[in-house]
């Protein structure tokens, strides 16, 4: 098996899935050192400090609700199989495994001489206890609904784990890559109340330190790490909660690797100083942002209001405005490129007369001439809310909210921190409309987001979508094991989605990573820059933090 720390599933933003054949980096800034730096020698050692906007919520991987903690957990924890850098899956603890002609059996085998961190040695018994752990009632778990489809589990000896579907699931296989938790330390405890919540124990390439709430989260190496111990130190993420502060603690050297604004990218960092110290990439985003509706809320309830707000936004102007051109339009869940995109679905180009008239078929009319409708008595007003920390959003709100102003839409953009955001507005379904985004992962099933058993308390379909023929298509797409049978019934999954507006789609962003220049052995892939995160290093006359 190739020795890749490859791309799991998990994590609040990494919910909707489908498959990025076509991704690949399209930019990176050019290096004048390069040849120095393919000569230098790897070296153990230094530390690298990354920024995230957002603290992380829980460190268990069944837990870990939101990108935040998904992203420390990926580097604690491992799962059977991953995507490889080219998007194809591949073995982690598992070194193999037997696929029945039918796709309704698994069989597992697994790595011998795995260790947990804390010396325990990992067996099927493990595998087989996370299973059990994610179908428990009592696990307060969204990811839960793939694992419900086994109907038999078994773990024969200590490096076999087996699995038996009733029917086939098109995601089965990449559904166990998953990570696996250590039964030991779990076993017979109540997982909500675990200390692993925020001290966790893992198989991965790096071992948790400490956490200091809102202030920054510490991983060191793994050395007995079954792939080879990565050649960083230690990884040190520190919670900065705004982005314009984030890059200046980046411009001044408190931090090695963040994600850049479009601003950032594009203006802020193409003097000689910085290109010296950093390097850019430029990649399409494994996500998409968009406006929700809560359809529970009255004024969202006819088709015909959202589809007259989708026509009121200007894409282009957001794409160019927010984005400033780094950047696609997106119309529906699936990314442009990728294998199940319909690219022949409803649009909604922006035309505000055309909303004037949809809201008025819909009974909102200006009865006052105050230039604001109404409709029995009362205003078309509502609150859009988002996260602190993400600009984009912020921007995008700010566009919308005066463009739907200018059809006579009252609009109030409220940010809120995120665990707060989280907890109170978007969990409870405590909001009238969001702007939030998805990531997008690698198989098409979207089950999780979209089907109408999942508009409960903290489930992911918050803004209570339901409809019957969307329901028989994600049930017929997860059974359905043929790509091309497959494409058909999510092409026409996409033209509901297109015509019911339970979203409008917004755009799907560019990726924009930096790193320091001194940490070698990046490799720019379909998969993105952290696909091989273990192999990167720093020579040791470039080390900046000693042991």
Same mark, same amino acid.
């Given at each position: 098996?190739?020795?890749?720390?490859?791309?799991? *599933?998990?994590?609040?933003?990494?919910?909707?899935? *489908?498959?990025?054949?076509?991704? #690949?980096?399209?930019?990176?800034?050019?290096?004048?050192?390069?040849?120095?730096?393919?000569?230098?020698?790897?070296?153990? %050692?230094?530390?690298?400090?990354?920024?995230?906007?957002?603290?992380?919520?829980?460190?268990?991987?069944? /837990?870990?609700?939101?990108?935040?903690?998904?992203?420390?957990?990926?580097?604690?924890?491992?799962?059977?199989?991953?995507?490889?850098? !080219?998007?194809?899956?591949?073995?982690?603890?598992?070194?193999?495994?037997?696929?029945?002609?039918?796709?309704?059996?698994?069989?597992?085998?697994?790595?011998?001489?795995?260790?947990? @961190?804390?010396?325990?040695?990992?067996?099927?018994?493990?595998?087989?206890?996370?299973?059990? *752990?994610?179908?428990?009632?009592?696990?307060?778990?969204?990811?839960?609904?793939?694992?419900?489809?086994?109907?038999?589990?078994?773990?024969?000896?200590?490096?076999?784990?087996?699995?038996?579907?009733?029917?086939?699931?098109?995601?089965?296989?990449?559904?166990?890559?998953?990570?696996?938790?250590?039964?030991?330390?779990?076993?017979?405890?109540?997982?909500?109340?675990?200390?692993?919540?925020?001290?966790?124990? #893992? $198989?991965?390439?790096?071992?948790?330190? +400490?956490?200091?709430?809102?202030?920054?989260?510490?991983?060191? =190496?793994?050395?007995?790490?079954?792939?080879?111990?990565?050649?960083?130190? =230690?990884?040190?993420? =520190?919670?900065?909660?705004?982005? +314009? &502060?984030?890059?200046?603690?980046?411009?001044?050297? #408190?931090?090695?690797?963040?994600?850049? &604004?479009?601003?950032?990218?594009?203006?802020? $960092?193409?003097?000689?100083?910085?290109?010296?110290?950093?390097?850019?990439?430029?990649?399409?985003?494994?996500?998409?942002?968009?406006?929700?509706?809560? /359809?529970?809320?009255?004024?969202?309830?006819?088709?015909?209001?959202?589809?007259?707000?989708?026509?009121?936004?200007?894409?282009?102007?957001?794409?160019?405005?927010? *984005?400033?051109? /780094?950047?696609?339009?997106?119309?529906?869940?699936?990314?442009?490129?990728?294998?199940?995109?319909?690219?022949?679905?409803?649009?909604?180009?922006?035309?505000?007369?055309?909303?004037?008239?949809?809201?008025?078929?819909?009974?909102?009319?200006?009865?006052? #001439?105050?230039?604001?409708?109404?409709?029995?008595?009362?205003?078309?007003?509502?609150?859009?809310?988002? !996260?602190?920390?993400?600009?984009?959003?912020?921007?995008?709100?700010?566009?919308?909210?005066?463009?739907?102003?200018?059809?006579?839409?009252?609009?109030?953009?409220?940010?809120?921190?995120?665990?707060?955001?989280?907890?109170?507005?978007?969990?409870?379904? !405590?909001?009238?409309?969001?702007?939030?985004?998805? $990531?997008?992962?690698?198989?098409?099933?979207?089950?999780?987001?979209?089907?109408?058993?999942?508009?409960?308390?903290?489930?992911?379909?918050?803004?209570?979508?339901?409809?019957?023929?969307?329901?028989?298509?994600?049930?017929?797409?997860?059974?359905?094991?043929?790509?091309?049978?497959?494409?058909?019934?999510?092409?026409?999954?996409?033209?509901?989605?297109?015509?019911?507006?339970?979203? +409008?789609?917004?755009?799907?962003?560019?990726?924009?990573?930096?790193?320091?220049?001194?940490? @070698? %052995?990046?490799?720019?892939?379909?998969?993105?820059?952290?696909?091989?995160?273990?192999?990167?290093?720093?020579?040791?006359?470039?080390?900046?933090?000693?042991?």
């Amino acid at each position: 098996m190739k020795s890749l720390f490859g791309l799991r *599933l998990g994590g609040w933003l990494v919910f909707v899935l *489908l498959v990025l054949l076509s991704v #690949g980096c399209r930019q990176h800034e050019a290096d004048p050192s390069v040849s120095e730096r393919l000569s230098a020698r790897p070296e153990a %050692g230094d530390t690298i400090i990354m920024g995230t906007i957002g603290d992380a919520s829980n460190l268990l991987p069944m /837990l870990a609700s939101d990108a935040s903690s998904s992203e420390v957990a990926g580097l604690v924890y491992n799962g059977l199989v991953r995507y490889d850098k !080219n998007l194809q899956i591949e073995g982690e603890l598992a070194e193999s495994w037997e696929l029945s002609d039918d796709g309704c059996e698994i069989i597992f085998h697994l790595r011998h001489g795995v260790s947990w @961190h804390d010396g325990v040695p990992f067996t099927s018994a493990d595998v087989l206890f996370t299973y059990q *752990l994610m179908i428990d009632p009592k696990t307060p778990t969204a990811y839960a609904e793939r694992y419900k489809q086994v109907s038999a589990a078994s773990a024969p000896d200590p490096y076999t784990f087996c699995v038996h579907y009733d029917k086939p699931l098109a995601s089965a296989l990449i559904s166990w890559s998953l990570g696996i938790c250590p039964k030991h330390l779990l076993e017979g405890q109540d997982v909500t109340a675990s200390p692993l919540n925020r001290s966790p124990v #893992g $198989t991965g390439p790096f071992r948790f330190v +400490t956490w200091q709430p809102g202030e920054k989260i510490v991983l060191e =190496r793994n050395p007995d790490y079954f792939e080879g111990a990565p050649w960083i130190q =230690r990884v040190v993420y =520190r919670i900065i909660p705004d982005l +314009t &502060t984030m890059f200046l603690e980046l411009q001044s050297g #408190g931090l090695d690797q963040m994600g850049l &604004t479009p601003l950032q990218y594009a203006r802020q $960092t193409d003097g000689p100083a910085f290109r010296r110290r950093f390097s850019k990439y430029r990649y399409p985003a494994f996500a998409y942002t968009y406006l929700g509706y809560n /359809l529970h809320k009255p004024m969202f309830q006819d088709k015909r209001v959202r589809q007259a707000i989708s026509h009121a936004i200007n894409q282009q102007e957001l794409i160019d405005g927010v *984005l400033l051109g /780094l950047g696609q339009p997106a119309t529906g869940p699936y990314k442009p490129g990728s294998w199940p995109y319909n690219g022949q679905v409803k649009r909604y180009d922006y035309n505000p007369q055309r909303a004037r008239e949809l809201l008025a078929q819909a009974g909102w009319q200006d009865a006052d #001439g105050d230039g604001w409708l109404e409709r029995e008595g009362k205003p078309f007003s509502f609150t859009i809310v988002t !996260n602190q920390g993400n600009d984009q959003r912020i921007k995008a709100g700010e566009i919308i909210q005066r463009r739907l102003q200018e059809v006579g839409i009252k609009v109030q953009l409220r940010v809120i921190e995120w665990a707060s955001f989280l907890k109170e507005f978007i969990h409870p379904g !405590n909001f009238e409309a969001t702007l939030l985004g998805w $990531t997008v992962p690698m198989d098409p099933d979207g089950y999780n987001v979209w089907h109408s058993s999942k508009t409960g308390k903290g489930q992911l379909n918050f803004i209570s979508f339901k409809n019957e023929r969307v329901d028989e298509l994600l049930e017929l797409g997860r059974r359905t094991l043929g790509r091309a049978q497959r494409k058909k019934i999510y092409a026409e999954f996409q033209q509901i989605l297109a015509e019911e507006v339970p979203y +409008t789609f917004l755009f799907v962003p560019d990726s924009l990573p930096v790193v320091a220049r001194r940490f @070698h %052995g990046i490799e720019e892939a379909p998969a993105g820059i952290m696909h091989n995160f273990i192999h990167w290093y720093v020579p040791k006359d470039q080390q900046k933090f000693l042991r």
